[in-house]
């Protein structure tokens, strides 16, 4: 959906090819914000349904917007340099919104990059505390018409040839500092006294992470569970929700993490959450109501909160429903969007 960029008053540059986070986040938000205020992405690679400007029109795009100024909302250092190099160099009307979800000290360049920005946005409260300036808190949002409970989840598992029993799951990139080592060794643990139960790890290994992936697969193989500790394919975003559905359990065991979307993607599912206590997690989890917090590597922890829920079915039916109420009354992406919305109007009332 290709827009014309003398009509836009906020661009949302995403310059990354491949599928994160941050590009998840774009192809969701873009087209709900686009109800409400006048708004496009650009980069290299976007759905078609997305409204979107071409990148090399920003090059050719009038100084200035149907507003005076146009917003310019970053998530990436490269995309903070984009348009710092626009409005200095190509000497483009833009106001410079950041987004941070990082959970750590910045490096020099990303401080002096975040200084020369407009305004910031931090994705959860212990993001801002990491940013050394004011900011505005902006909880991510999810979709909760495509992230919903399913119709017959029996019939879905047998769609993706998924066994019937109790199933957890673990989705993301694969390596260390997502700890998806830890979650094999923790179902390792859980899945040998409980026979019908399984396992999903889905996601992608890269380049060095490869070796990894393959020291997990045999981890689970060498414990006789490779039939039931299944590992699945990194899936298109249109598809992900199809594969929280099937869960009873969702497990977010990270290291580290910047906002971490997962959690809330399978509660909106109404699939209850085991996640460690790093990014935004614990803003998110309810501990004891929509799931349970552990510290990050531990195993016995992760595989005793896994347990103790799959062995109480009454007790994760209740976090089941509360996981899906808490997402309802907390994180509608219809929120997020009009919040977002809501700093691109004070900024161009601004000039």
């Given at each position: 959906?290709?827009?014309?960029?003398?009509?836009?008053?906020?661009?949302?540059?995403?310059?990354?090819?491949?599928?994160?986070?941050?590009?998840?986040?774009?192809?969701?938000?873009?087209?709900?914000?686009?109800?409400?205020?006048?708004?496009?992405?650009?980069?290299?690679?976007?759905?078609?349904?997305?409204?979107?400007?071409?990148?090399?029109?920003?090059?050719?795009?009038?100084?200035?917007?149907?507003?005076?100024?146009?917003?310019?909302?970053?998530?990436?250092?490269?995309?903070?340099?984009?348009?710092?190099?626009?409005?200095?160099?190509?000497?483009?009307?833009?106001?410079?919104?950041?987004?941070?979800?990082?959970?750590?000290?910045?490096?020099?360049?990303?401080?002096?990059?975040?200084?020369?920005?407009?305004?910031?946005?931090?994705?959860?409260?212990?993001?801002?505390?990491?940013?050394?300036?004011?900011?505005?808190?902006?909880?991510?949002?999810?979709?909760?018409?495509?992230?919903?409970?399913?119709?017959?989840?029996?019939?879905?598992?047998?769609?993706?040839?998924?066994?019937?029993?109790?199933?957890?799951?673990?989705?993301?990139?694969?390596?260390?500092?997502?700890?998806?080592?830890?979650?094999?060794?923790?179902?390792?643990?859980?899945?040998?006294?409980?026979?019908?139960?399984?396992?999903?790890?889905?996601?992608?290994?890269?380049?060095?992470?490869?070796?990894?992936?393959?020291?997990?697969?045999?981890?689970?193989?060498?414990?006789?569970?490779?039939?039931?500790?299944?590992?699945?394919?990194?899936?298109?975003?249109?598809?992900?929700?199809?594969?929280?559905?099937?869960?009873?359990?969702?497990?977010?065991?990270?290291?580290?993490?910047?906002?971490?979307?997962?959690?809330?993607?399978?509660?909106?599912?109404?699939?209850?959450?085991?996640a460690t206590t790093v990014g935004a997690f614990e803003e998110?989890?309810?501990?004891?109501?929509?799931?349970?917090?552990?510290?990050?590597?531990?195993?016995?922890?992760?595989?005793?909160?896994?347990?103790?829920?799959?062995?109480?079915?009454?007790?994760?039916?209740?976090?089941?429903?509360?996981?899906?109420?808490?997402?309802?009354?907390?994180?509608?992406?219809?929120?997020?969007?009009?919040?977002?919305?809501?700093?691109?109007?004070?900024?161009?009332?601004?000039?």
């Amino acid at each position: 959906m290709t827009a014309d960029p003398a009509a836009i008053d906020v661009i949302a540059p995403n310059f990354k090819r491949r599928l994160s986070g941050v590009t998840a986040t774009v192809v969701r938000l873009v087209p709900l914000q686009a109800r409400d205020i006048a708004i496009a992405a650009t980069g290299p690679v976007l759905p078609p349904d997305v409204p979107q400007i071409r990148l090399r029109d920003l090059l050719t795009m009038p100084r200035r917007g149907p507003s005076g100024a146009r917003v310019w909302h970053a998530r990436r250092n490269v995309e903070m340099l984009g348009g710092l190099a626009l409005k200095h160099l190509l000497r483009k009307r833009l106001k410079l919104l950041f987004t941070s979800a990082s959970q750590r000290h910045h490096t020099w360049l990303t401080r002096a990059l975040i200084a020369r920005m407009d305004a910031v946005v931090a994705t959860s409260r212990k993001t801002a505390a990491y940013l050394q300036r004011d900011a505005t808190v902006i909880l991510h949002g999810i979709d909760t018409d495509t992230f919903r409970p399913p119709d017959d989840k029996a019939r879905l598992r047998a769609e993706l040839d998924l066994p019937p029993g109790p199933l957890v799951g673990c989705y993301g990139r694969v390596r260390a500092q997502k700890g998806t080592d830890v979650f094999v060794d923790a179902m390792i643990e859980v899945l040998k006294s409980r026979p019908d139960a399984g396992a999903i790890v889905m996601g992608r290994a890269t380049g060095k992470h490869r070796d990894f992936e393959r020291a997990l697969r045999d981890r689970a193989a060498e414990a006789g569970l490779e039939g039931r500790l299944l590992f699945r394919p990194e899936v298109a975003t249109h598809d992900i929700a199809r594969w929280y559905q099937v869960l009873d359990l969702f497990v977010a065991p990270q290291r580290w993490e910047g906002f971490g979307l997962t959690p809330i993607e399978a509660m909106a599912c109404g699939v209850p959450v085991v996640a460690t206590t790093v990014g935004a997690f614990e803003e998110l989890v309810m501990a004891g109501e929509t799931g349970h917090l552990v510290p990050p590597g531990d195993v016995s922890a992760m595989a005793d909160a896994v347990a103790g829920l799959l062995d109480d079915p009454a007790r994760l039916a209740r976090q089941s429903d509360a996981a899906r109420r808490h997402m309802l009354e907390n994180f509608r992406i219809e929120d997020e969007a009009a919040a977002l919305n809501a700093v691109y109007r004070a900024l161009l009332n601004a000039t």
